[in-house]
């Protein structure tokens, strides 16, 4: 048995550069270690951990989808959630959708940090009405959002020139005693300066200080630009 896994450490590395699956090798032999593998105590999660870092490499969508498709046996919420991160930062937002969708179908359940990579892909997508839809289907699941979640959205409506959806998520994510960041307050001040809101915009930066927030220069510029 000892000889057996340190020929597995030999041959991993081998196995893991070129993509292979842990269930698709020409050796047997090998297969069936990188299987067990898997099943010993840490085994998955290291797995896991492994095709997260590749994930986060890809510099093409095409290797996200391939990493995924190559690893269907250990695909989780984890690893889902920073594949849809990577292809929103490749400039990706329909294959991140796609992604998410796969997973479903595969019997993944989906957690609240993968919906607001979502959603944050949606924003960066221009598909504000996509991204409420998702903020939807996070809470028909009983999922909770987040400072995070509502950020997103409200930055996918600001894109979206939707700022009066963007007050009523402003006012909702208060009632659920989450308390606005410098992020949701810049968001906002963009979403008013979007909408022709000046004055609004105004008020709203008078209102983060007031809460003891600093502005940053995203902050500013959306306030300039609503003041122009």
């Not at 400039?91 to 019997?107: M, Q, V």
């Not at 400072?147 to 959806?165: H, T």
């Not at 308390?179 to 001040?189: G, L």
Request: with cysteine; net charge positive; charged share 25%.
């Amino acid at each position: 048995c000892l000889a057996m896994w340190r020929q597995f450490a030999r041959l991993l590395p081998r196995a893991v550069s070129a993509r292979q699956p842990p269930y698709a090798s020409s050796s047997p032999l090998l297969a069936r270690v990188l299987f067990l593998s898997t099943k010993r105590p840490g085994g998955k999660k290291n797995a896991s951990k492994e095709l997260v870092r590749k994930v986060k490499q890809a510099k093409q969508p095409g290797e996200v989808s391939q990493l995924l498709d190559d690893h269907q046996g250990i695909i989780n919420a984890f690893i889902v959630s920073a594949a849809v991160s990577q292809l929103r930062r490749l400039g990706k937002p329909h294959e991140a959708l796609a992604a998410f969708e796969r997973a479903k179908a595969s019997g993944v359940e989906p957690n609240v940090v993968v919906y607001n990579a979502l959603i944050s892909a949606c924003e960066k997508g221009a598909q504000w009405e996509k991204a409420v839809e998702l903020f939807e289907e996070l809470q028909q699941r009983g999922l909770e959002p987040t400072v995070i979640s509502y950020n997103a959205l409200i930055s996918a409506c600001e894109k979206g020139v939707q700022w009066e959806k963007a007050l009523t998520l402003f006012a909702e994510m208060q009632r659920r005693n989450l308390k606005p960041d410098i992020i949701t307050y810049s968001a906002m001040i963009s979403a008013y300066e979007k909408g022709g809101e000046w004055e609004r915009a105004l008020a709203l930066f008078e209102e983060l200080q007031q809460r003891g927030l600093k502005p940053n220069i995203i902050t500013y510029n959306a306030l300039i630009s609503a003041c122009e």
